[in-house]
């Protein structure tokens, strides 16, 4: 399976600034996700990257408040824009090659807003 | 409105003993189920999938069975260990409706397994 190395694992930010996550895959991957964890609560998916296009935005996340790239089919970035308090969460990038080739995650970057 | 839920936050078992984690669907297009397990500060690790095409799928210790009439699936631990405790989330994808490979994830349970 795929390896993921997702930077960064943690970080606390002031509102009103923004921080981009990377994950970096170790092979060509077919998808590329963002979800969200916030605590006590399931992963929730924000977003498909898709390569060379917009990503693809699940209802309730918009591309202004986090914008993502993926330039390639190794590399995605997710940027958590304008923060509040209430965008304090793990994000995680998921990848997969095809749906039998099963998901793997990326160990996650645990945001805290002040 | 939650397709896929696990209603059980918390489950205890003894070492050695059978741990049964539940879950339960709504959509009727998803087509194939995950379980993965969570440590703290961690990412989520794949366990063991089963495709609606079948009813069991085993992988040493961990068995997931799948009932579609029921839209219900479990995942059976044996014998249960220490090192199983995290938290347990099923997730379920729809690849024949045109779902994009996107996964639907329960809420999660916590699996204690005391010595």
């Known amino acids: 399976s795929a390896v993921i190395s997702q930077k960064p694992s943690r970080d606390i930010c002031q509102r009103g600034t923004s921080l981009t996550i990377q994950c970096q895959v170790d092979?060509?991957?077919?998808?590329m996700f963002w979800y969200r964890q916030q605590p006590g609560q399931s992963l929730t998916l924000i977003a498909t990257a898709n390569q060379g296009s917009e990503a693809t935005y699940e209802s309730g996340f918009v591309i202004d408040k986090f914008p993502i790239s993926r330039p390639n089919l190794t590399f995605s970035t997710l940027t958590v824009s304008n923060m509040s308090p209430e965008d304090s969460s793990i994000y995680l990038c998921?990848?997969?090659?095809?749906?039998?080739?099963?998901?793997?995650f990326g160990s996650g970057t645990r945001l805290t807003v002040v | 409105d939650q397709q896929v839920k696990q209603n059980s936050p918390s489950l205890s078992v003894q070492e050695g003993r059978i741990s049964i984690l539940n879950c339960d669907y709504t959509?009727?297009?998803?087509?194939?189920f995950l379980w993965y397990k969570k440590y703290p500060a961690e990412g989520p690790t794949f366990l063991i999938s089963?495709?609606?095409?079948?009813d069991k799928n085993e992988d040493g210790r961990f068995t997931v069975f799948l009932n579609k009439s029921a839209k219900h699936l479990s995942l059976h631990i044996v014998p249960s260990q220490p090192g199983d405790s995290a938290v347990y989330f099923c997730?379920?994808?729809?690849?024949?409706?045109?779902?994009?490979?996107?996964?639907?994830f329960g809420k999660g349970t916590l699996l204690t397994v005391n010595p």
């Open positions: 089963i495709s609606s095409i079948k």
């Open positions: 092979s060509q991957v077919t998808m």
């Open positions: 959509n009727s297009m998803f087509d194939y």
């Open positions: 998921s990848v997969t090659k095809g749906q039998l080739y099963g998901y793997t």
């Open positions: 997730a379920a994808s729809a690849i024949s409706g045109g779902s994009n490979y996107k996964l639907t």
